[in-house]
């Protein structure tokens, strides 16, 4: 018998809509556009990224492109809102890949991610040698070194021997109609 964890997610009605029609919420890039607006490259950018090295961990089905994010802990779940559903689910643990929450907001903000403490001054120097931020470096076209080794450290994301926070965020690939437990409106 396969381990069950519980997690939450917070996302607008209507997935409520999907949930009844297919079974199953998956995200679509339309929700992504619709959601970030003029920002949504950027995140689009980070969420292929995401997508080729998630995989790895869990393969997801052919159809889907895209995480759904999840709370690990109930009171680390984002708090409701109008408009939005709050969603318990219990899932096979297999089907869940976990984080560490600012190693993820370090790659979704185009940031080095540092194996340790000399390596973060370092990376630091030699951004600090060419005037320059993290940002700045992986958006501009004229900083290509750089950029490799910003998405190169994004690998560490999933290694756990690197720790920079102890906060831990999590994503599955889909949400099946039956692993619901609870919709909070």
């Known amino acids: 018998m396969k381990n069950k964890i519980r997690i939450w997610t917070k996302q607008h009605e ?10 199953r919420y998956i995200v ?13 490259s950027l995140y689009l950018d980070v969420y292929n990224w995401y997508y080729l090295a998630a ?3 869990v393969m997801p089905p052919q159809d889907v492109q895209y995480p759904i994010w999840v709370s690990l802990a109930e ?6 809102s109008p408009g939005n559903v709050q969603i318990e689910i219990l899932v096979d643990e297999d089907q869940l ?4 929450f600012d190693k993820w ?13 000399q390596d973060e001054q370092e990376h630091a120097a030699l951004l600090r040698r060419y005037g320059v931020d993290d940002c700045t470096a992986y958006m501009k076209p004229f ?3 750089i950029r490799q080794k910003i998405i190169k450290s994004w690998d560490r994301l999933f290694d756990e021997s690197i720790v920079l926070t102890e906060a831990r965020v ?4 889909e949400l099946k109609k039956e692993w619901i437990v609870s919709i909070t409106r």
């Open 14 to 23: 209507n997935i409520l809509k999907d949930l009844e029609a297919n079974d």
């Open 28 to 40: 679509k890039k339309e929700y992504i556009v619709g959601k970030m607006e003029e920002h949504a």
């Open 55 to 57: 995989s790895k961990l």
């Open 75 to 80: 009171e680390e779940k984002i708090a409701n």
């Open 97 to 100: 890949i976990t984080m560490d």
């Open 105 to 117: 907001g370090r790659i979704v903000n185009y940031m080095y991610i540092p194996a340790d403490a």
């Open 143 to 145: 900083y290509p070194n």
């Open 170 to 173: 999590g994503t599955i690939w």
